[in-house]
């Protein structure tokens, strides 16, 4: 693909003071990853929309179209967005490898949405509330906004519209967003339209990417019959953003729950649910890259740090608490905390954006562990079991599902994973970005010059990157590769020769002429250390954890039942107390073993308990694939704790 043709079709605000490369401009050729999107294609896409049809999702949409008088919902009321959503992810495999069945699939259910849209005839579609509330759209004339999801199910739907397009040149469920757009900006904004915001964010990033795709190709909306508004879908999300706080004694949506307390731009903490919380974080700072309005930037930094220093579990989970999959207070941090899969990923595409916004590292540091920690544990390695909630302990009772009463987390898999080959570089004009390292080649134009970037790499089981660079000609840019957070020593060469460079924002910054088929050798350090974390999380106070690279380490029963009674990691009552039986030693002696047959390879890690016994620690998303039993991934270990030298850090290598 030539470069221009790529940038036609990446969707990028005006703002961004990075470029991202769009999914099918980036080829994956790498063996972690590689397998893992191999499944997702060919078993999670399928796996998703068989169970979907299976309960009855689908159909919901059958029975709106032929306006049957004894037609019923089936699911929750916000299974349309989740199917909109799964629709969006495929889109993006698409994208990136074609599947003709996977898009024959795609096009009979958007076929069912455009003609149950078109039976309702002035673009509304939400099948709950036409076929269970049909008098209380938007949860109006006593309906619940919170519990209906009509805006949040359009958020998806504008969502999937916009992806589809960009991944098939398709129009038929654009036109269906662009309509149910339309329709929302002609009811909701400032007096005397009504006062309806999203009680469950997304609908504000999806708006703008609609908003920005009509920017990008207004003959679109001839070419569809409807019209694109541009300037409304700007107002509509700006209304959202900024009429937060304007809702007291409305039950439809819930005060800090829902992030409705008061105005987003006063809010400095975050609280209530965690997967709301993040997609409007993530919303919030897209509508930054559209205006450039630094309130928005500032805003969305403050929550972003005050998530990341003082309410992130170490795998970059996040959202502590059962009740209400919230936020707990600062430093609540427990191991058994709820930390959903959804709530991960909406960090993932908040700590992305903010990437774009301001181009610093440390946003591509939360992306990569939630990537390795969050999302990949999110899936079973076969493909068609789940995991809703993440926790860093488990006595065994605690087993990924194949099916769920709320199945909202493998839709928001299917989004994330296939945008992964978006998420590895990104340009300016000054040059590149190597945020990921990911076996990979793709293109993109730095100035008016054509480059071809291809890497080589067995990450994250080794920390060795070659990276061949090819301008179309040679040519003066920057080469940016990031430095990982966890990462202390590393060396850098060029074509075999040690380089100068300078460290910006996380970034070793080459700056040289280029020649065709230049070589970089980037050898990351990847040594097994110990991690504690913040004194002010008191419940870990005598804990540290595993971490080689970009993984976690937990220990599993399945491979330690001789350290402790038999085959449980705790007795009961340590269970009970929150201790372990066994400790680590003081300074505990690690190996790593690769194992060509775990799954599709991996390094574990092998050390001894305070008393002598083996232990076996395996990647922290890799457990509960061949077993149920216990699992526990702080484990005790005495050691002095400093209250000095964090400097925004909530956790750090024990030194």
Same mark, same amino acid.
């Given at each position: 693909? !030539? ?10 605000? !005006?703002?961004?003071? @990075? ?5 099918q401009s980036v080829t994956i050729q790498d063996s972690f990853w590689e397998p893992k999107l191999k499944v997702l294609r060919e078993v999670s896409a399928y796996d998703i929309l068989n169970k979907f049809e299976n309960d009855g999702a689908m159909r919901n949409f059958d029975f709106v179209a032929e306006g049957a008088a004894e037609g019923f919902h089936s699911g929750e009321p916000w299974f349309d967005g989740l199917i909109y959503e799964t629709l969006r992810g495929i889109s993006d495999l698409l994208a990136t490898s074609y599947d003709e069945q996977l898009d024959e699939r795609v096009d009979g259910i958007i076929e069912r949405i455009v003609q149950a ?33 009509? @805006? ?17 040149? !398709? ?14 900006? /002609? ?25 920005? $795709?009509?920017?990008? /190709?207004?003959?679109?909306?001839? @070419? ?18 900024? &009429? ?44 930054? $890259? ?23 579990? %170490? ?47 440390? +946003? %591509? ?21 789940? *995991? ?27 989004? %994330? ?13 000054? =040059? ?11 293109? #993109?134009l730095i100035g008016d010059i054509p480059v071809t970037l291809k890497q080589q790499t067995n990450y994250p089981w080794a920390g060795a990157v070659g990276l061949t660079v090819t301008p179309e000609q040679e040519a003066s840019f920057e080469i940016r590769l990031r430095i990982p957070e966890w990462c202390a020593q590393y060396e850098l060469q060029v074509n075999e020769?040690?380089?100068? *460079? ?48 970009? #993984? ?27 201790? #372990?039986?066994? !400790? ?28 002598? &016994? ?5 990647? +922290? ?19 002095? @704790?400093?209250?000095? =030298?964090?400097? &925004? ?7």
């Amino acid at each position: 693909m !030539k470069a221009t043709q790529m940038n036609k079709q990446a969707l990028t605000y !005006k703002h961004q003071v @990075v470029r991202n490369v769009p999914v099918q401009s980036v080829t994956i050729q790498d063996s972690f990853w590689e397998p893992k999107l191999k499944v997702l294609r060919e078993v999670s896409a399928y796996d998703i929309l068989n169970k979907f049809e299976n309960d009855g999702a689908m159909r919901n949409f059958d029975f709106v179209a032929e306006g049957a008088a004894e037609g019923f919902h089936s699911g929750e009321p916000w299974f349309d967005g989740l199917i909109y959503e799964t629709l969006r992810g495929i889109s993006d495999l698409l994208a990136t490898s074609y599947d003709e069945q996977l898009d024959e699939r795609v096009d009979g259910i958007i076929e069912r949405i455009v003609q149950a849209q078109a039976a309702v005839g002035d673009g509304y579609i939400n099948t709950y509330t036409l076929l269970d509330r049909p008098g209380q759209r938007w949860g109006e004339n006593g309906g619940f906004l919170r519990w209906q999801h009509d @805006v949040y199910n359009a958020g998806c739907l504008v969502e999937a519209g916009v992806h589809h397009y960009k991944a098939t040149g !398709k129009t038929a469920l654009l036109k269906a967003a662009v309509q149910f757009a339309n329709h929302m900006c /002609e009811i909701m904004g400032p007096s005397p339209k009504r006062n309806i915001v999203p009680a469950h964010s997304l609908p504000e990033e999806a708006v703008l990417k609609l908003y920005q $795709l009509a920017l990008d /190709e207004p003959e679109l909306g001839s @070419v569809m019959k409807v019209p694109f508004k541009a300037t409304d879908y700007l107002e509509l999300v700006t209304f959202w953003i900024h &009429n937060r706080g304007n809702h007291e004694g409305r039950y439809s949506h819930g005060g800090e729950y829902a992030q409705d307390h008061k105005s987003v731009l006063e809010q400095d903490e975050a609280v209530g649910h965690a997967v709301r919380a993040t997609l409007l974080y993530a919303g919030l700072t897209a509508l930054y $890259l559209s205006t450039g309005e630094e309130p928005y930037l500032n805003t969305a930094k403050k929550l972003w740090d005050n998530i990341s220093y003082q309410k992130s579990h %170490i795998t970059g989970g996040v959202g502590a608490v059962h009740h209400d999959e919230k936020f707990g207070a600062n430093y609540e941090l427990p191991d058994n905390g709820y930390l959903e899969t959804c709530a991960g990923a909406g960090m993932g595409f908040f700590s992305w954006n903010l990437f774009l916004a301001t181009g610093e590292s440390r +946003y %591509i540091d939360k992306l990569e562990t939630i990537l390795y920690n969050i999302v990949l544990a999110g899936r079973s390695i076969d493909g068609h079991k789940y *995991f809703y909630e993440n926790p860093l302990v488990s006595k065994g009772g605690h087993n990924r599902w194949e099916w769920h009463t709320c199945p909202c987390c493998p839709p928001m898999i299917i989004k %994330i994973l296939p945008e992964l080959a978006s998420y590895i570089y990104a340009y300016d004009n000054k =040059g590149a970005f190597v945020n990921l390292y990911i076996g990979s080649e793709s293109e #993109m134009l730095i100035g008016d010059i054509p480059v071809t970037l291809k890497q080589q790499t067995n990450y994250p089981w080794a920390g060795a990157v070659g990276l061949t660079v090819t301008p179309e000609q040679e040519a003066s840019f920057e080469i940016r590769l990031r430095i990982p957070e966890w990462c202390a020593q590393y060396e850098l060469q060029v074509n075999e020769q040690a380089v100068s *460079f300078e460290l910006v924002n996380g970034y070793a910054v080459i700056d040289r002429v280029w020649s065709p088929g230049d070589r970089i050798h980037l050898d990351l350090d990847m040594p097994v250390h110990l991690v504690e974390v913040h004194p002010n999380v008191t419940t870990h106070s005598d804990k540290a954890a595993i971490r080689r690279g970009p #993984m976690l380490y937990c220990l599993e029963s399945v491979d330690n039942e001789k350290i402790v009674n038999g085959t449980v990691l705790y007795s009961r009552d340590a269970l009970r107390d929150g201790h #372990m039986d066994r !400790k680590l030693p003081l300074q505990p002696v690690f190996e790593t073993e690769h194992r060509d047959q775990f799954f599709d390879g991996a390094v574990l890690v092998k050390t001894k308990d305070a008393d002598g &016994n083996d232990m076996t620690a395996v990647p +922290y998303p890799y457990w509960n694939n061949r077993s149920r039993g216990t699992m526990v991934l702080w484990l005790q270990h005495d050691h002095p @704790v400093r209250d000095d =030298g964090w400097d &925004n850090k909530l956790y750090r290598i024990i030194e």
